[in-house]
């Protein structure tokens, strides 16, 4: 069982669209990530939250600790944002696998 | 700032070759990362390290051994390259170990043949 689960897997969209891609994870947490993945690139750092709710330009991320379970929502989606978007979460427990990670969510957004 | 340099970007092994994975950070971090990404898959820990001097193993260690001389340089050494290594490989920092952002190279795109 993964510690954390990723929904949808596979995600394609109209330019302008709406998005939500959606993280759940297993254990406690003293942070959780949102990090994109370009074709054939790095890595990048989107968002890192504990609580409540984090904007960036359009991309917002929301987090409930309750329920153990994160969103990632990019408002007019435009096809620059097509990449693979991954969910990781800091362990709150330092066992030396700090970071447990999702297997990402592959984002396509048409012109 | 370069921020994390990995090299080199791309490289093709034979079995039972040995190569060194180089990674570099200016941001003064302490903490360093080895992960690889395998098709399907979350990014797996290979190793980490808090410091100068202090490195531990992480979740598939197996093959692969590291050294931390400096604080920026964390270079990840694989002996015996077996096909099971094919992978693309990501070195990553961070400031503190908790709630601080990750900061990632480039990755190093592996084959073993």
């Known amino acids: 069982k993964n510690e954390v689960e990723q929904s949808p897997q596979n995600l394609t969209a109209q330019e302008g669209e709406f998005i939500t891609i959606n993280c759940s994870y297993s254990?406690?947490?003293?942070?959780l990530h949102w990090l994109q993945q370009h074709p054939g690139g790095g890595i990048v750092s989107l968002f890192m939250?504990?609580?409540g709710k984090k904007k960036h330009g359009r991309l917002i991320a929301t987090i409930n600790i309750q329920e153990k379970h994160s969103s990632l929502h990019i408002t007019a989606s435009h096809p620059r944002d097509s990449a693979v978007y991954i969910c990781?979460?800091?362990?709150?427990?330092?066992?030396?696998?700090?970071?447990?990670f999702g297997t990402g969510t592959s984002l396509t957004v048409i012109p | 700032n370069a921020g994390v340099t990995q090299t080199p970007k791309f490289r093709i092994l034979k079995i039972g070759q040995s190569m060194t994975l180089q990674c570099a950070q200016d941001?003064?971090?302490?903490?360093m990362y080895w992960y690889r990404q395998d098709p399907g898959m979350g990014l797996k820990l290979i190793y980490y390290?808090?410091?100068?001097?202090?490195?531990d193993k992480g979740e598939v260690p197996n093959g692969y051994n590291v050294s931390r001389s400096t604080t920026e340089d964390f270079p990840l050494r694989l002996e015996l390259a077996a096909p099971s290594q094919t992978s693309v490989y990501f070195c990553?920092?961070?400031?503190?170990?908790?709630?601080?952002?990750?900061?990632f190279g480039n990755g190093t795109r592996l084959t073993v043949t």
């Open positions: 990553a920092s961070s400031w503190t170990e908790s709630n601080s952002p990750l900061h």
């Open positions: 254990v406690g947490i003293s942070a």
């Open positions: 939250l504990s609580s």
């Open positions: 990781a979460v800091r362990s709150r427990i330092f066992t030396g696998n700090q970071f447990y």
């Open positions: 941001m003064n971090h302490n903490y």
């Open positions: 390290s808090v410091g100068a001097g202090i490195t």
